[in-house]
């Protein structure tokens, strides 16, 4: 270790407990992610048991021209949490209170470093939920899943992580500690501070104290698993359902036929609950609170849907282990690393243009790539498509920004969005422009340099 790194553990050792510090050897016994290999590299790992901590780390990294690179659950997909030999992580890890759940007022008060599944499972014991849900639930902390704006399987009933978020505690990179921890559902007095951190994926400050809307805990679940045989139906479909279920639609995602093939045989787990052949998949879910109508409506709208002539097939789950099952075969997308590299993509888009889009594309890529298979699924529901790009390992270098360009560049024309909801990290930030305009982008850096003038938070994410 260089001297300079010594007296930098020594020198943050002194300002928090020394077990709260880790050197660069100890950071290094640590992975970079949880679905990743390498090791995690920095100066230091600095772990604050309180916001008072994050503060005095913040403010003594400022005094010192070192940058800090904030820290959650390590489930990112984009870069965005990336650490160099010379910079410090400042890990939430130690701040994982549950202060306050509020039956009520329906909101719970959390800490930063609390974990998304922790909160669901409290939130439970009181009859209410937290909705945001996704894969990793049991890494992400609800502190990242702000930073990043996370979305997930049900933003089409209750929104991003945006949306669930009533008021934050945010530390600027000077150490001041911004307390905006509002609990109102209301509350339109002039700019809403939190908005600016949420998604800014910790370069704008660090979150460490969030209030989170709960909800009522739906008390019924009814889910079906469809197929389409063309892209039309499948958004009259998705038309079909919301009108008809009366605000209880709680998913709709839809998965093109190579992606329903892929998590439906070997090595999958998977059984295809419908044959393999058709164009579309669609997974549809209804949470409601009345067990003795909500399913008979459920039926009742699939049922009208066949009659109009939307489905080509369709099972309906019969229990609680079918809605599993069901959700498994979304949720397999790991089967995207067999026999291959793939490159991962969430794009937005309108509804109207994805057919187009997606056959453009496919066209586009069998012209540039020999060998390579592309996988379709995704939040349809929202305009949301995940494209999963596989190509041989040892081209994957060389190839990546191939695809990359032939993924972004057609979205320009409608600003169709780079990221749906990974963020942007270091992955996409040289197509960020196709998403944002000039003016947008300046924007964004004027309130980089007004907030953090000596760039010591999370520098290069996001923005250059
Ligand atoms: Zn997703």
Redesign the pocket.
Same mark, same amino acid.
């Given at each position: 270790m260089n001297q300079v790194a010594t007296e930098l553990v020594a020198e943050l050792r002194n300002l928090l407990d020394p077990a709260a510090v880790l050197d660069a050897a100890e950071t290094a016994t640590r992975p970079a992610g949880i679905w990743r290999g390498d090791a995690l590299q920095a100066a230091a790992l600095v772990r604050p048991r309180s916001t008072e901590e994050v503060a005095a780390v913040l403010r003594w990294c400022q005094q010192n021209a070192v940058t800090v690179v904030p820290q959650g659950g390590l489930t990112g997909l984009v870069h965005g949490a990336d650490a160099g030999p010379d910079q410090v992580i400042l890990s939430l890890e130690r701040m994982r209170t549950i202060e306050d759940i509020n039956p009520q007022q329906r909101t719970a008060t959390v800490q930063a470093g609390v974990v998304l599944q922790a909160l669901q499972e409290a939130a439970e014991t009181q009859k209410l939920m937290f909705p945001l849900d996704?894969g990793a639930r049991g890494s992400a902390t609800l502190g990242g899943a702000a930073a990043t704006n996370a $979305? $997930? /399987?049900r933003v089409i009933r209750y929104g991003m992580m945006r949306d669930m978020v009533l008021g934050l505690e945010v530390v600027l990179a000077d150490g001041t500690v911004v307390s905006a921890l509002n609990p109102l559902l209301k509350n339109n007095t002039g700019y809403d501070l939190k908005q600016l951190f949420i998604g800014s994926e910790g370069t704008l400050g660090v979150i460490t104290r969030l209030v989170l809307r709960l909800r009522e805990q739906p008390l019924t679940h009814s889910m079906a698993f469809v197929a389409i045989d063309s892209f039309a139906q499948v958004s009259q479909f998705l038309r079909h359902m919301d009108r008809n279920l009366g605000g209880t639609l709680s998913a709709f995602e839809v998965m093109w036929r190579d992606f329903y093939a892929l998590v439906t045989s070997p090595p999958a787990a998977g059984k295809p609950p419908i044959p393999q052949d058709y164009l579309f998949y669609v997974l549809v879910e209804s949470q409601g609170a009345d067990p003795e109508l909500d399913p008979a409506r459920f039926e009742r709208c699939l049922a009208s849907a066949w009659e109009a002539g939307l489905l080509a097939d369709a099972v309906l789950a019969k229990s609680e282990a079918d809605c599993q099952a069901f959700w498994a075969l979304r949720d397999d997308v790991g089967q995207v690393l067999n026999g291959g590299a793939p490159i991962i993509f969430?794009i937005s888009l309108p509804i109207g243009e994805m057919e187009q889009y997606t056959q453009a594309l496919a066209a586009s890529l069998n012209a540039k790539l020999e060998q390579h298979r592309l996988w379709i699924f $995704? !939040?349809l529901g929202d305009g /949301?498509l !995940?494209l999963s790009v596989q190509v041989p390992l040892a081209d994957y270098e060389r190839l990546r920004p191939v695809v990359e360009q032939a993924v972004y560049q057609p979205l320009a024309p409608f600003r169709g969005s780079v990221s749906?909801?990974h963020g942007i990290g270091l992955e996409k930030k040289p197509y960020l422009g196709i998403s944002r305009s000039e003016t947008e982008l300046a924007l964004m850096h004027t309130l980089k340099q007004a907030l953090d003038p000596g760039g010591i938070l999370n520098p290069g994410k996001v923005l250059s």
């Open positions: 996704l $979305g $997930g /399987n969430d $995704g !939040h /949301n !995940h749906a909801e």
